[in-house]
C-alpha cells in the first residue's frame, strides 16, 4: 500500500494523534480487504483498538474521509491505488507467461533436431525388458521453498484483532512492528516462511504467554503479603514486607 506522505499530511493535519492512528488502521484494513469495509461501529471500535464510547468520540473526524455506501464503507484514494496495484501484478503474471513460454520453445528445438535423426537397426533380436522392482525407492517429494517477509506485509483484520484480544491495541501494533523488523533481518533459509500468517499468530501467542508468565512473580508477592498480615498483624506484616523487598 502506497503512503504518499505530503499528501495525507496536508489532508490530515487536524486530526488528533488518535485520530490518525485510527484512520491508517482502518486504511490498512481496507487495503487487506480488497477496498471495503463494514459500515459498523462496533466492528470498526474493534478494528482500530478502542472502546465503543471512545470510538463514538472520534469517528466523525475519522469517517469523513470515507464514503458510506450500501452498508459498506470505501475511500476513493485508496481504490484507485488498489486498482494499480492489481494492474500492476496482472502485467507482471502476463510477462512470466510469456517469458516461459519462450524459453519452452527453446528447449524444444534441440528436440525437433533430434527427431530428424533416423533410428538404426540392428540384427541382434532387442533384450527383453525387465519389469521394474516394486521395491525401488522412490524419490522424495521437493519441499516447497519459503518466502522472505514480503514488503509492508500486514496480517490479515482476523488475526490483528485477535492479537488486540490478547495484548491490547498498543502493544498490537508495537509487536507488528518488532515482528516484520526481526524477520527482515534473519537471513538464509531461517528468514524464509512458507505461511507467514501462521507465524504471526505463533509470535502474538508466545507474546501473550510470556506476558502472562512475567505477570505471575506479581501474583505472588501479593499472595505472600497477604500471608504476611494474617500471621504478624498489621505492624508485623509492614515490617516483613519492608525487609522481603530490600531483601
Known amino acids: 500500500m502506497q503512503l504518499y506522505v505530503a499528501d495525507y499530511l496536508g489532508d490530515t493535519r487536524h486530526l488528533t494523534t488518535e485520530q490518525h492512528g485510527a484512520y491508517l488502521l482502518l486504511l490498512m484494513t481496507m487495503w487487506r480487504s480488497d477496498g471495503v469495509l463494514p459500515d459498523d461501529d462496533k466492528k470498526l471500535a474493534r478494528i482500530v483498538g478502542c472502546t465503543a464510547s471512545r470510538w463514538a468520540k472520534i469517528r466523525d473526524d475519522v469517517l469523513a474521509f470515507f464514503t458510506a455506501k450500501g452498508g459498506q464503507l470505501t475511500n476513493r484514494r485508496l481504490t484507485i491505488e488498489l486498482k494499480k496495484a492489481s494492474e500492476k501484478s496482472i502485467k507482471r503474471a502476463e510477462a512470466g507467461t510469456r517469458g516461459g513460454q519462450a524459453t519452452a520453445l527453446k528447449s524444444k528445438e534441440p528436440e525437433a533436431a533430434n527427431a530428424t535423426v533416423l533410428p538404426q537397426h540392428s540384427s541382434e533380436p532387442e533384450p527383453e525388458k525387465k519389469e521394474l522392482s516394486t521395491n525401488v525407492e522412490r524419490r ?18 482476523d488475526d490483528f484483532l485477535k492479537a488486540i484480544d490478547l495484548i491490547g491495541a498498543e502493544r498490537a501494533a508495537a509487536e507488528l512492528e518488532k515482528f516484520t523488523d526481526y524477520w527482515r533481518g534473519v537471513p538464509g533459509a531461517k528468514g524464509r516462511k512458507l505461511d507467514w500468517p501462521a507465524t504471526y499468530r505463533n509470535w502474538i501467542r508466545r507474546t501473550a504467554e510470556s506476558t502472562a508468565q512475567n505477570a505471575k512473580p506479581d501474583k505472588l508477592a501479593a499472595r505472600h503479603d497477604n500471608y504476611a498480615a494474617s500471621w504478624t498483624g498489621a505492624d508485623g506484616a509492614a515490617e516483613l514486607m519492608a525487609a522481603r523487598r530490600a531483601f
Not at 140 to 155: E, F, M, N, R
Open 140 to 157: 522424495a517429494p521437493v519441499l516447497a521453498k519459503g518466502c522472505t517477509i514480503p514488503d509492508g506485509w500486514l496480517p490479515n483484520p
